[in-house]
């Protein structure tokens, strides 16, 4: 993950696991439904089915493959390369289409600037109000750069969050402060 900044336990940044399945979701013109609902990349991204590339084995391989890449996000087990991730040893087609589609994989991850995030002002408005410092907060949040609105919880400590919401500072603010109220 590539990380804007970490202030006492917490960070942010971009997950490339993450970003990989959603490249892919949506270069390939994905059909799949899963939970959370993320929408599509944003600037989106044209369709493209590489040769070689089973679209229809990699729909059905997606779904487990977005399940697991979360799984390893919360968990902090991020690949150093999109196709070594864990998720993909057991997804020839999808490990193939991160293959085919590494180029575009890794300018899209190499051009991710996570957002500037008033974590530290929150933060010390929440003490403030406590009384206490907050020493044992923990909370991850992963950007992804899709379109719309997004801020999904998706472990206890982990916030999956659009660029678009995190440059949003009237929705960053409240979301972050009622985050941290809880953790603290």
């Given at each position: 993950?590539?990380?804007?900044?970490?202030?006492?336990?917490?960070?942010?940044?971009?997950?490339?696991?993450?970003?990989?399945?959603?490249?892919?979701?949506?270069?390939?013109?994905?059909?799949?439904?899963?939970?959370?609902?993320?929408?599509?990349?944003?600037?989106?991204?044209?369709?493209?089915?590489?040769?070689?590339?089973?679209?229809?084995?990699?729909?059905?391989?997606?779904?487990?493959?977005?399940?697991?890449?979360?799984?390893a996000c919360t968990r902090g087990a991020e690949p150093a390369l999109p196709?070594?991730?864990?998720?993909?040893?057991?997804?020839?087609?999808?490990?193939?289409?991160?293959?085919?589609?590494?180029?575009?994989?890794?300018?899209?991850?190499?051009?991710?600037?996570?957002?500037?995030?008033?974590?530290?002002?929150?933060?010390?408005?929440?003490?403030?109000?406590?009384?206490?410092?907050?020493?044992?907060?923990?909370?991850?949040?992963?950007?992804?750069?899709?379109?719309?609105?997004?801020?999904?919880?998706?472990?206890?400590?982990?916030?999956?969050?659009?660029?678009?919401?995190?440059?949003?500072?009237?929705?960053?603010?409240?979301?972050?402060?009622?985050?941290?109220?809880?953790?603290?």
């Open positions: 993950m590539k990380f804007a900044r970490e202030v006492s336990g917490i960070s942010h940044g971009v997950s490339l696991g993450l970003l990989a399945a959603l490249y892919v979701r949506d270069s390939l013109a994905l059909s799949v439904d899963v939970e959370p609902h993320v929408p599509g990349l944003e600037p989106s991204l044209p369709v493209q089915v590489p040769a070689g590339v089973d679209r229809a084995a990699v729909t059905a391989e997606w779904p487990g493959w977005w399940a697991d890449a979360l799984d196709e070594d991730a864990a998720a993909l040893l057991t997804r020839p087609a999808s490990h193939a289409a991160v293959v085919a589609l590494k180029p575009g994989i890794e300018q899209l991850h190499r051009v991710q600037s996570p957002a500037a995030l008033p974590i530290g002002d929150v933060l010390r408005g929440i003490e403030s109000r406590i009384g206490r410092w907050a020493q044992s907060v923990e909370l991850h949040i992963v950007e992804v750069p899709v379109e719309g609105l997004l801020w999904e919880r998706i472990a206890p400590a982990h916030v999956l969050a659009s660029t678009r919401f995190l440059n949003d500072p009237a929705r960053t603010a409240p979301a972050l402060r009622a985050m941290l109220e809880d953790l603290v």
